[in-house]
């Protein structure tokens, strides 16, 4: 069976490829909006996993709802579950027998309940994984940590290609750098450059 799994390069989403390998043909696709060329990062990492690529590009026009939205709130977390949700349905429609992402058991954001797995389940003919769902943040790092070779940092200086790097670039763009450092606030992200 082949599956798409929503691909960032980053410790979560690599993690849950090598979990879903055994059971599936697993192709990473990095979801984007045409603001940057980030998804570049997400295919090197592929890349170095040994995996397929594919990128697809989103609707524009959501990426700009879900910055205003993040604007108005002076927080991320409703703007990227917007934008996470119509990546879900995006690649729902590419073909694949299921889809899957890394969220984990603890993330606030993105999440998906039940009712909306389901509904993916449902209006597409898809199987919807989450392989991360029962993990928590300390399991997902002791497996990273013997599987795969990662970088970690502060969010605005590690390569990645998840969706908060376009959205950041079009807060600057249409509110200005301070924009930017007021709805994000400072996290760590990781990036894979490959298996141990």
Do not use: N
Request: net charge negative; with cysteine; proline share 3%.
């Amino acid at each position: 069976m082949e599956l798409a799994l929503l691909y960032s390069g980053g410790k979560d989403s690599s993690l849950a490829a090598l979990l879903l390998d055994a059971f599936y043909d697993v192709t990473l696709v990095t979801a984007h909006f045409g603001v940057t060329d980030d998804w570049t990062h997400a295919k090197d990492a592929a890349i170095e996993l040994g995996y397929e690529f594919e990128t697809l590009e989103l609707d524009r026009d959501v990426a700009e709802e879900a910055t205003a939205r993040m604007v108005e709130d002076g927080y991320p977390r409703g703007g990227i579950q917007r934008v996470h949700e119509h990546a879900l349905e995006a690649v729902c429609g590419l073909g694949f027998d299921a889809v899957a992402d890394g969220t984990r058991r603890d993330d606030r954001v993105p999440s998906i309940s039940r009712a909306q797995a389901q509904s993916l389940e449902d209006r597409h003919g898809v199987d919807y994984l989450s392989p991360l769902s029962g993990f928590g943040r300390g399991a997902v790092d002791r497996l990273v940590e013997t599987h795969l070779d990662v970088e970690t940092g502060p969010s605005e200086e590690i390569p990645k290609a998840d969706y908060e790097g376009e959205l950041r670039t079009l807060i600057a763009e249409e509110h200005g750098r301070e924009a930017v450092d007021d709805v994000f606030p400072d996290h760590v992200q990781s990036y894979v450059h490959g298996r141990r």
